[in-house]
């Protein structure tokens, strides 16, 4: 059965058995194993192998054992293929990637084919790969003297469509951006890399469906990812690869209102349920297309239903199904935080509930419920004013008062992981586990409160603190302290930082940054996505997640951490909010400097900036063009917010705020630790102007 916890399954029991990617190089010599004992001969079904920047190639090895000794593929020390990247003059770029197993034991003079899949460097150019078996913990096979495989790799640069256009704030088709900080350049092309390897497209039910998979190893379109993917997809994508997608999952509704996880392009369908995520997912992915497109998509018939009553009807059977009367909250079973592999069994069984399963009301779905009622009571103010819209409001603002009264810890600062719907308890102290998906969420949600208020503020802090406590490279550690050894039984979670028990999740790390720019933390969130960047930079792309020190693990070419990435990038940092009818601006670059497009093809909007500092001078200058009208929402990161006189000789707040030249009334406001300028809307009703605010010297 096709099932995403069972593949990432085979991927972690596979990464476990071969020493994945970043592991400690074994001794390149044993001292106490003769030369000709472990020698081999490897020859590839092609003399080169080729792929594009930060991509995958597979290589067909065969390889003969014309050694002495036999080739265990299991035991203490199991032999294994694998690879180093050389640079254009043989020398060693990357030495440590994943392992490859054999098929089976290989004795001396037999031979055993292997595919050895690749992960091709960031950069285009010319390089080489250097194939060799190793003994793993003791010597790679050169060691003894053993010749490796060496070939050609060529990397191609890929040409996107955006290639085409020159970066300016002309009007154009393309998202592109130009940031002083270059690990945002590149942080955005991974995220294009990791759609690119994930579009899908079939015929289905409802017609041609156009869509992402959750990554390599993952084919299905996963609600809850794709409904995570729409904020990087809307800049590349056209309107089809936004909503038939879910046109086709709500056609699989059930009579329940139920929605699957998942379906394929053969319209098999499954769903975890120990989960409680996918209606209020569906439901998010609703409001985004419509946010895009229009009230027509809401309106749409999906096979005789239109598409807002199957979204009211799948949040509907969560609060008949999932709705916990003994605290007035959603329920789902005993997992890590948002996770999906329950506590009590080891196997497949683990993601289906049952009766062993043990329920909860945790954080996290409380979020995403409350969310997702909030959207439902936004698209009926528009298209039904009256009582639907007071009834999803009413009920999203409960879910919110009783999240208060049994999740928030004041005594903590942040919300606890879940409380038990039952009279069981563990020897353990959950509540000082931090879930950092959870309290995320409920920041971005809104269910923690608005961006200047106090809860925000403590989370974000505690984020911070339990980073560097438990040593975690960046800030998107998942749960801190994990669950102890053992306490699942599951193998892909058993142990302190592994999987969802504590591992490094950027899919709510992005999440986190987000949160981190609108409530005031700005310049820590523009280090904390710098660190991120960083470490899936050294990865050479973006995985499903991290080990503690930043490895990466699971599924690679991972949508979900693209899709949070490029938020935490372009609405946070960049601050750019761009729909079908609104735009808002407010940069938060600070004393850094970029060229920014952004391009909707769905809704065919536009907005550009560049933004200028000189720090010197004290001066910064944006200018603008966009497409809408009346004109965009302006307001600004101030970068100097420690240096500006609380008032100027004439009594004004310390600077002054120019358009096109003239000087114009503004706002100074501060959110959290930041200080914004914000623009009058009567001043920026423009399609085309330069902003510009210099600090008043002291009188």
Known sequence: MPCRTWRMIVLLVALSLVGAAFSPRPAERRGDVSSDEYSAVITAATGTAASFEAETAEIELRIKNSGKAAWESRGKHPCFVSYHVLDGKKKVIRYENPRSPLPHDVKPGDTAAVKVTVKAPFEAGNYHLEFDLLLEGLSWFKGFGSEPLVLAFKVSRREWPEDRYKLSVDAGPYTKIESSIPEFNSLLKLIRITLKHNEVSFLGRTGRVNGFSAGAGYPQIWVRDANTIIPASRYFYPASYIHSWLDELLSHQGPDGSLPDWFDSRGVTDKNTVETDQEASA?????????????????????????????????????????????????????????????????????????????????????????????????????????????????????????????????????????????????????????????????????????????????????????????????????????????????????????????????????????????????????????????????????????????????????????????????????????????????????????????????????????????????????????????????????????????????????????????????????????????????????????????????
């Not at 196997?347 to 009766?355: K, N, R, T």
Request: proline share 5%; with cysteine; hydrophobic share 40%.
């Open 283 to 699: 439901v998010q992915a609703g409001l985004q297309v419509y946010d895009l497109l229009g009230p027509e998509w809401p309106m749409k018939d999906i096979r005789g239903v239109r598409a807002d009553a199957r979204l009211v009807r799948a949040l509907a059977f969560v609060l008949e199904d999932r709705f916990d009367p003994g605290h007035g909250l959603i329920r789902g079973a005993h997992t890590a935080d948002w996770g999906d592999v329950e506590m009590e069994d080891a196997d497949q069984s683990a993601i289906y509930a049952g009766e062993t399963t043990r329920w909860t009301a945790d954080i996290y779905d409380q979020s995403m419920f409350y969310q997702a009622a909030r959207d439902l009571a936004h698209w009926f103010e528009v298209a039904a004013p009256g009582n639907k819209a007071a009834l999803w409001s009413d009920r999203a603002a409960r879910v919110r008062r009783n999240a208060d009264t049994w999740l928030w810890q004041e005594n903590k600062g942040f919300y606890r992981v879940h409380v038990h719907a039952g009279p069981w308890r563990h020897d353990l102290d959950e509540d000082d586990m931090f879930a950092m998906g959870g309290n995320a969420q409920a920041m971005i949600s809104g269910l923690a409160g608005g961006p200047g208020e106090g809860k925000r503020r403590r989370i974000i802090e505690q984020a911070m603190s339990r980073q560097k406590e438990f040593g975690v490279s960046t800030i998107s550690g998942s749960l801190l302290p994990p669950y102890p050894k053992g306490f699942f039984r599951h193998p892909a979670l058993d142990e302190p930082y592994k999987y969802q028990n504590g591992g490094q999740w950027d899919w709510f790390g992005g999440r986190l940054v987000l949160a981190m720019f609108e409530s005031g933390f700005s310049r820590e969130a523009r280090e904390k996505l710098i660190e991120i960047a960083r470490k899936d930079i050294a990865n050479g792309g973006l995985f499903e997640w991290d080990t503690k020190d930043g490895a990466g693990r699971g599924s690679d070419f991972y949508s979900g951490s693209a899709g949070s990435l490029a938020r935490a990038l372009i609405e946070g940092y960049l601050g750019i909010w761009i729909s079908g009818r609104d735009l808002k601006i407010s940069p938060r670059l600070g004393l850094d400097n970029a060229r920014v497009h952004v391009h909707l093809p769905a809704a065919d909007r536009f907005v550009a900036y560049d933004y200028r500092v000189d720090d010197k001078a004290r001066k910064l200058s944006l200018e603008i063009r966009c497409d809408n009208e009346p004109g965009p929402t302006i307001s600004i990161l101030n970068p100097w917010v420690q240096l500006r006189p609380e008032r100027g000789s004439d009594g004004s707040p310390g600077m002054e705020v120019r358009v096109n030249g003239d000087k114009v009334p503004f706002k100074v406001e501060r959110v959290g630790r930041d200080e914004y300028i914000r623009l009058d809307a009567l001043t920026t009703r423009f399609k085309k102007g330069v902003v510009e605010v210099r600090i008043l010297p002291k009188a």
